[in-house]
């Protein structure tokens, strides 16, 4: 099979070209065009979730019967002038064709109608561009040229890739149909779809874990060198970063490395201040795999090595209410069970230390504003679009993957608290995948009691 021509064949003025880059002249073009060595892409496997999507394609055209759907890969979105953010495609696409790479930009699968019930899936996509007849996007176009961000499949590749028909991006023109980027009801299928993970998900998930407890494990290590700089979160969040790339795609979403009152802070990004011995670092942190499958994980740390005592009464505290809340996972149970479990625990306690007059209502809530979990998958709040009669106001499903994370955010400036709980923020969350035989923690045999960590950050460090 054969390319057709590329979308950035002809004028130049279709090309990305950045307004430094040096004119070409006639004779460079043709130079440019001639006497290149056939390269074609080694022989490689198929898509690592090949064997899956088949059954995952056909469980959502049995959604849709006789309808068009289109689920788009997604576009650039420009950081800077002419620099984009590194693309990802959108989870939906990921899970119904396997391809996760930063290529897929532009790319639409359609599922079009065939017969009453079926679909036939059509993959369009922007195929390598060749590099003669006057077409100059291999070497000039900053976006999609091979010289500039790598190679693409040719169509044929494609195929043998994903073991889809694929077309060339061209040929799919204005399309009609429902577009998972713009129908409400598509994109909540696709979402519901998504809710129980298959096994080979579950080994994504665990293996995301796996990696992010590396990159805990490295950010412990470093400790004493983050310590010492100005900007300790961030050195923090570098170390992560570096595991996370090194070991799969990057993290899942943008790393929290809070200490000290920034802890109380539910999602602290910005990451630029200083460590000090005397306080806890509150680390959420997920490597995503290749196959963009995420972690997500919360441990706050002493960074002495040692709790206090009101330190350790926090932890201890969220500790709790994270069992009691990983104790009411299970089939059957309402999604909102786990937090409620949660969240009297929180109260109870907060009613002992005399910061609540009584465990009733929900004052609490002062203290812990947010939910104590989601669904975890491709996304790190996955299926997100799924109705709430299927979701947060629905049952829980054997091979559903969730979080379970309750925490205490008691702000530094808050009267309600006694001194010396104040400026303290402590998270405790891991993965817990939803089974009849009990739940499964993706983080088991690593350390979550007070004790066990200080035991856990002594040995690294040793």
Known sequence: MTDTPSPATGPASRLNIGSHDLPVSPELSRFMAADWA???????????????T?????????????ERLLVPAGELKVRSNDCDHRFRPHSA??????????????HVLVLEPSG?????????????????????????????????????????EAERLTGLRCAHLDALGSPTGRNAATDAELAAAL???RLVKDAWEVGQLQLAVDHTTAGFEDVVRALP??????RGERWIEGVFGLRARAEGNGTGYDTIAASGAHACVLHWIRNDGPLDRGDLLLLDAGVETDSLYTADITRTLPLSGRFSPVQRQVYELVLAAQEAGMAALRPGASFRDFHRAGMRVIAEGLAEWGVLKDARGDLHRRYTLCSSGHMLGLDVHDCAKARAETYLDGVLEEGQVLTVEPGLYLQPDDETLPPELRGIGVR????????E???RNLWAGRPRASADVEAWMARLKG
């Open 225 to 230: 060198r983050a310590l010492a700089h100005p």
């Open 437 to 439: 035989a009990g739940n």
């Open 428 to 435: 405790i969350e891991d993965d817990i995948l939803d089974t």
């Open 93 to 106: 696409y990921a899970w119904l064709t396997g391809l996760t790479g930063e290529d897929q930009v532009g």
């Open 116 to 156: 009453p019930h079926g679909h036939e899936p059509v993959l369009y996509l922007r195929p390598r561009s060749p590099r003669a007849d006057g077409n100059e996007e291999f070497y000039r176009d900053r976006r999609y040229g091979e010289f500039w961000v790598g190679r693409r499949p040719d169509l044929a």
């Open 191 to 193: 979402s519901e779809l």
């Open 38 to 52: 056939p390269s074609p892409l080694p022989d490689a496997a198929r898509v690592s979730a090949h064997a899956l």
């Open 54 to 66: 088949p059954a995952r394609r056909a469980r959502l055209s049995a959604r849709f019967p006789g």
